[in-house]
């Protein structure tokens, strides 16, 4: 029994001092409910470039908790948030939370002692597309917000990872699998208050592809050709905008993946995800 609990401390020391975590930070108010946030800081590494995760869920599902830890591993900081899922609050509530985040963040470097100048913004699915918004929308007040207190700090992000995240709700559905508009139909219906072919206008305003031009950050691209949620074919719209731009631009295509799979983790591929940080920062 006495070994069986010096084992469990031992393990409990390991998984603690591998980080310095901070859970449940309030970062903004809202109508709906506070904006919480999670911080971990990896061990051993002086003021650690942050990388902010944004989960996904289809927009109305998901939260900060368990996000993925890959960077973290590498030495980078990470910052879990939570926003207001499209059961709570119409897009573009969950943009502004996220630019919210991200000032709050950089208003709290000195407390927290990662990098303020430069942040990295990682998501995948419904996640992939809101981060790949919010690197496409550095400094477009339409969609900044007034959440916070920190308004007077950028909300800008350096470097984009976009994890088969949809990036054309004009043409997502009519590129779907049957299973995919059904996942997709309802959950764009429910983020945009009616369906997404009666929003033009907000689906146009919702989608990273309009919004591409040559001052955007390097963006990194990653997608199972497998993906029957996402079709492939909304990243590749992106890719091919971001390089006509001439905005640094890696597509990264997983053979035989789906929407997700050990693969998106493998350390060859985190390895690709590191060497793109570190050639465009």
């Keep these: 029994m006495k070994r069986y609990l010096l084992a469990l401390l031992f393990s409990c020391f390991i998984i603690q001092g591998f980080a310095q975590n901070y859970t449940n930070i309030t970062y903004g108010l ?10 971990y800081m990896p061990k051993g590494t002086d003021k650690p470039i ?8 289809a927009w109305h599902s998901g939260s900060k908790e368990n996000p993925p830890l890959d960077l973290l591993k590498r030495g980078y900081a990470l910052a879990s948030i939570d926003y207001r899922l499209s059961t709570e609050a119409r897009f573009p509530a969950m943009l502004f939370d996220i630019k919210a985040a991200i000032r709050f963040l950089r208003g709290n470097t000195g407390k ?3 990098q303020k100048e430069e942040i ?7 996640g992939g597309h809101l981060v790949a918004l919010t690197g ?4 477009n007040e339409s969609l900044e917000g ?7 700090e950028s909300s800008d992000v350096n470097l984009t990872l976009d994890f088969f995240g949809p990036t054309n709700f004009k043409t997502i559905l009519a590129q779907s699998t049957p299973h995919g508009v059904g996942v997709r139909a309802p959950a764009l219906a429910t983020m945009f208050g009616m369906p997404v072919e009666m ?7 919702a989608s990273p592809v309009f919004h591409v031009d040559a001052t955007d950050p390097p963006l990194f691209i990653a997608h199972g050709n497998q993906d029957n949620q996402v079709p492939i074919n ?9 390089k006509e731009a001439g905005v640094p631009i890696e597509f990264e295509i997983l053979g035989n993946m789906g929407h997700g799979g050990a693969d998106f983790s493998s350390k060859e591929f985190m390895d690709k995800v590191v060497s793109f940080i570190e050639e465009n920062l």
Excluded: C, F
């Excluded at 496409?136 to 400094?139: A, D, E, R």
């Excluded at 007034?146 to 007077?152: E, Q, T």
């Excluded at 929003?199 to 305003?205: F, S």
């Design 30 to 39: 809202t109508a709906e409910r506070e904006l919480k946030m999670d911080i």
């Design 199 to 205: 929003a033009p206008k907000m689906a146009e305003l």
């Design 146 to 152: 007034n959440i916070g207190n920190y308004l007077n």
């Design 234 to 242: 909304q990243s590749i719209e992106l890719w091919l905008k971001l």
């Design 50 to 57: 942050l990388v902010v995760w944004v989960h996904g869920g």
């Design 120 to 126: 990295i913004i990682w998501g995948s699915s419904a």
């Design 112 to 114: 927290y002692g990662y």
């Design 136 to 139: 496409l929308t550095n400094g």
